[in-house]
């Protein structure tokens, strides 16, 4: 999935599929369009949704069961337009295994905070700065996209 900023009109995410491409656009209007564009046409077909009929499209979509171990969730608060909220799960790597979060220092570098861990079918909610990281640990990272993005470069190398 990419994701591109449209100044004066809204933030574009794209998502490649096996018979084509989605793009939905959140507008500045609140209003949500999507794109599908099959490998076989020309031209995408667009459908604009309100927030309201884009909710029940996502309760929808999220009945799927995720097979993947890292998953993202972006929060739109209808009300405060500007503000998109990302949540991330990430499988904590060697690299950052035997550190606490407060040695990482994750939110002075990047701005995201952990707000869950899960350890061996254990959850740790709201885990204390001088929770020690362990390697196939499963974190909670919440913060705004660029943050996320930060993150990504800064802790995991991606």
Known sequence: ??????PGIGT???I????????????????????VLEKSCDKPCVVTLTPKDAVRLGNILTGAIFESKEEFVEVVFSALADLRI??????????????TIEELDLRRKTGVTIIAISREG???VN?????ELK????????????????????????
């Open 1 to 6: 999935m990419r994701s591109v900023e449209l």
């Open 12 to 14: 574009k995410y794209e």
């Open 16 to 35: 490649d599929g096996l018979d084509g491409k989605i793009a939905i656009v959140f507008l500045e209007n609140n209003n949500i369009q999507v794109y």
């Open 86 to 99: 990302g949540v991330h799960t990430y499988i904590v790597p060697k690299s950052l295994a035997g550190k």
């Open 122 to 124: 254990k959850n740790i």
């Open 127 to 131: 885990p204390s700065p001088s929770t």
């Open 135 to 158: 390697e196939g640990d499963v974190i909670v990272v919440i913060g705004e996209h660029d943050q996320i993005e930060k993150f990504e470069k800064l802790i995991l190398g991606r």
